[in-house]
């Protein structure tokens, strides 16, 4: 049986299992003009590739911290990073899914679904891959300043 925690707690449990203090998520609208603003999804694969173990280690905490910030679209994205990092593309794209339905102007999370689409060797991979690209190249066009333009 899970122990149902506050939404918060997963967090802790996070930064104490991987050793990964988590950064404060930005959320990557398209009026940043940015490619990607998450610096969390490297840090998870880095720390990985690096201990081998910790891998596994995250992916059995994972249903305890969903269960603790069901929510939070931060946990969702992590899940879909920790299961992509694995390999289990199957079951990123549907953490990432709904991280997108609590979130879905965050880009970096079309971005990470994207590549696991096609991972899965789904068409729909790289149709989102090429709008996220032509979403940033064309704002950037329409809006050269950007966000310090008055």
Request: proline residues 6%; aromatic residues 10%; hydrophobic residues 40%.
């Amino acid at each position: 049986m899970i122990k149902k925690g506050p939404a918060s707690d997963w967090i802790r449990d996070f930064e104490k299992v991987s050793g990964i203090a988590l950064p404060t998520r930005k959320i990557n609208k398209i009026t940043g003009a940015v490619l990607r603003e998450d610096v969390l999804f490297d840090r998870v694969a880095a720390a990985c590739f690096d201990r081998p173990a910790l891998g596994p280690a995250l992916e059995r905490r994972l249903p305890l911290w969903l269960s603790w910030a069901p929510g939070q679209e931060q946990c969702w994205a992590l899940a879909g990073y920790v299961y992509y990092c694995r390999g289990r593309y199957r079951r990123a794209g549907r953490a990432l899914a709904r991280a997108i339905q609590l979130e879905p102007e965050n880009l970096d999370n079309w971005l990470d679904l994207g590549m696991t689409l096609r991972h899965l060797g789904e068409p729909l991979g790289l149709d989102i891959l090429l709008d996220h690209s032509l979403f940033i190249m064309s704002y950037r066009k329409l809006n050269p300043g950007g966000l310090n333009r008055k």
